[in-house]
């Protein structure tokens, strides 16, 4: 069996140290889940402050760390690159200026990819704007390269119960999804519209609307400086709606004819009930307890078994760029005042900041 040479680019939290704040006992950070898989090898890092570097080869004990990921790709030759930083590049919470465009992310996978890297791992979200998700799909495409980004719902077991139930029809046909919580655009939402699509297996989004919290905020010079909160509604081209709710824990309920299953807390369970065979109202069924694995681990994993069995890895470019124009198409209806987005009509310069 092949081990596959990874490198990361970013050594701060999602990199190498979210572990140490508690939010799961499973491996989190892209470090902790290569030493954590047999089929993966942490052989390099890169990261533009020296403390965070010096750091990494303490924690992971790896000499190989770069200032340059370009000199990293180039002497390391990784197989797979996790790219980690700030989506803005920037750890400030808010843009300096309206003529701040900076779209890390976009950048760093774009050059990746010319530069031929195999398998990529990019957090979310892609990009800041359509333009640059745009060139993000053009080059991984053109490159053929493995892409995954860190929407990792869809690489959770526990949602892939929820899926399999709603795939097999167990609860009729799907009719409407609702997402529970409050959440920023772009930092939260495109894990949420993620997670709306991978439960119904990807259909097309038709049309979009939404509006930001405070609904009267006005998005001058197609820049929003900040990630703002936000609500949104979906179309799907199978016919389902779906929509966000701004209050409770992160929650997703399908509604089918049949019944309904509800992914609760967070994933930490699920709530299914079936229509009764007398027509009498919806039965609670008890449901098999979840038995929880590394989200990351399964990412990078499938990128692996993508690569060798060549089929499209799960949350592959076309995927992604669907949903990033979704969660942009949010901002593009809160600038028309609330009214439906047809996609992909969105102006490509519409630059929403984020982390
Ligand atoms: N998917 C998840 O569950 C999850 C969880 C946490 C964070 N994230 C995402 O991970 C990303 C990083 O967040 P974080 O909290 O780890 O940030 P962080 O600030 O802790 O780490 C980012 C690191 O990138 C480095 N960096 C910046 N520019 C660079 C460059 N050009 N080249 C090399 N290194 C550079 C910084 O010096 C810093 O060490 C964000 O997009 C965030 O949304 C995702």
């Known amino acids: 069996m092949s081990t596959y040479r990874v490198a990361i680019i970013g050594l701060g939290r999602m990199g190498s140290t979210i572990d140490d704040e508690g939010h799961s006992p499973l491996p989190y950070a892209v470090a902790a889940a290569t030493r954590a898989s047999d089929r993966l090898e942490l052989v390099a890092g890169c990261d533009i402050d020296a403390d965070k570097r010096d750091a990494f080869t303490q924690r992971w004990g790896i ?3 770069y200032e340059d990921f370009r000199q990293m790709v180039e002497q390391e030759r990784p197989d797979l690159v996790a790219v980690c930083t700030r989506a803005a590049g920037t750890d400030m919470r808010q843009a300096p200026d309206a003529s701040y465009r900076v779209d890390l992310h976009a950048e760093l996978t774009v050059a990746l990819a010319d530069m031929k890297v195999p398998m990529l791992y990019v957090e979310k979200a892609v990009a800041c704007s359509m333009r640059r998700a745009d060139e993000v799909r053009d080059a991984i495409m053109s490159n053929g390269t493995l892409f995954n980004s860190g929407v990792l719902r869809r690489f959770d077991n526990r949602y892939d119960v929820v899926r399999d139930a709603v795939l097999t029809g167990l609860i009729g046909e799907p009719k ?3 997402h529970y919580a409050a959440s920023s655009l772009l930092h939260g ?3 949420s519209i993620d997670t709306v699509s991978w439960l ?5 989004i038709t049309r979009v609307r939404g509006e930001f919290e405070p609904p009267d905020y006005v998005i001058e010079g197609g820049h929003i400086p900040f990630d703002p909160q936000a609500t949104y509604q979906l179309q799907f081209d199978s016919g389902v709606k779906a929509w966000s709710v701004p209050a409770a824990y992160w929650e997703f309920e399908i509604l089918g004819t049949q019944g309904t299953i509800r992914s609760l807390n967070n994933g930490g369970d699920v709530g299914l009930r079936l229509a009764s065979d007398d027509g009498r109202g919806w039965q609670n069924v008890e449901a098999q307890p979840l038995v929880p694995a590394s989200t990351v681990v399964s990412c990078l994993e499938d990128l692996v078994i993508a690569h060798e069995s060549k089929r499209p890895s799960r949350g592959h470019i076309e995927v992604t760029h669907h949903i990033t124009e979704a ?7 809160h600038r028309s005042g609330g009214n439906w987005v047809e996609l992909p009509g969105i102006d490509r310069d519409l630059y929403v900041f984020h982390i």
């Open 63 to 65: 000499d190989a760390v």
């Open 176 to 178: 409407a999804v609702v």
């Open 189 to 191: 939402h495109i894990h």
């Open 200 to 204: 119904l297996g990807d259909p097309t």
């Open 327 to 333: 969660c942009l198409a949010v901002a593009e209806s």
